[in-house]
């Protein structure tokens, strides 16, 4: 008796580590390194928007949208502190007939910001109640950004994810107001 229990579990482990390797195996690729390609791109006032998608995959017109992101805003909430928050009105993408994965707004001097998830959906909105306040920047002081009547300048950049992993992105600038103690 002992020495079929031994027998089974042997030989269980040995096919469970069988169709692991084959699981592994099946999972390789093929060494080719699969760059995504831009099937669309505009620029609009100095600011970039793209849709990227792996090469081969791109269909003539992108499924998913471009990213609409109006009205980005720097705001100083006490004049007397060197503190400005960064918000955007709204954020919206879509991507009918695929499912939206990801949207991720990032400051590019801080990195992610933000990141929302989908859940069998064909578009995303996130509204600016969202952010709460909005992200935290310093606002600089007179000229930091390189215009003189305004503080520093935050590069921005929102990127969206459907589920056949076509991406957008939408680029840009934002000004604070300065901070004068």
Known sequence: MRKQVVFFVLAGVLLATMFGLIQVASGQDSGQVVRPQAPSSETQDGNRREV?????????????GF????????????????????????????AAPNYMITMTAEINAFGQVARYHGFFQ?????PFQANGRGFQVPCGALGTGG???????????IRARDSASLTSANYG???CPAFTP
């Open 173 to 175: 600038t934002i000004y």
């Open 52 to 64: 990227l998608a792996p090469e081969g995959a791109a269909p003539a017109a992108p499924l998913i």
């Open 67 to 94: 990213i609409d992101s109006p009205t980005a805003s720097c705001y100083q909430p006490d004049p007397a502190q060197d503190v400005c928050l960064i918000n955007w009105y709204y954020m919206s993408v879509d």
């Open 122 to 126: 064909t578009s995303m909105y996130v």
């Open 147 to 157: 215009d003189p009547k305004l503080g520093s300048a935050y590069a921005w950049t």
